[in-house]
């Protein structure tokens, strides 16, 4: 199976982030306020935050993007610095994945 050569190849983006002990509604309340403004910048087409059932600690945030040059900019974003900088004093860890789908059925 091929990548989807098409000119609009839409960018998904999964993100999974862990708390740390103690920090899980923290993360939830700032994960939870990137929504709006994420919404305002180019390219956006979704983002959801998404918590594990199995394990509360462990969030996801589900993104789409119309180009890879929009998440880059979202990335660059005040909001998102804010996560930077608050990274290590509530995130244990974290994964970022970018994909593009192979088929459109």
């Known amino acids: 199976m091929s990548v989807i050569t098409s000119r609009k190849r839409i960018v998904t983006v999964i993100a999974k982030l862990r708390a740390k002990t103690g920090c899980q ?10 929504i709006s403004p994420t919404y305002l910048e180019a390219g956006i087409i979704k983002y959801e935050v998404l918590q594990n059932i199995e394990d509360p600690y462990d969030f996801f945030v589900l993104q789409e993007w119309e180009k890879e040059d929009d998440h880059f900019r979202h990335l660059q974003s005040n909001h998102i610095q804010k996560l930077v900088e ?8 974290w ?9 459109i059925v």
């Open 86 to 93: 608050v990274s290590f004093d509530i995130l244990e860890e």
């Open 25 to 34: 509604k923290q993360l939830k309340d700032l994960l939870e306020s990137f």
């Open 95 to 103: 994964e970022i994945y970018r994909a593009v789908k192979t088929r």
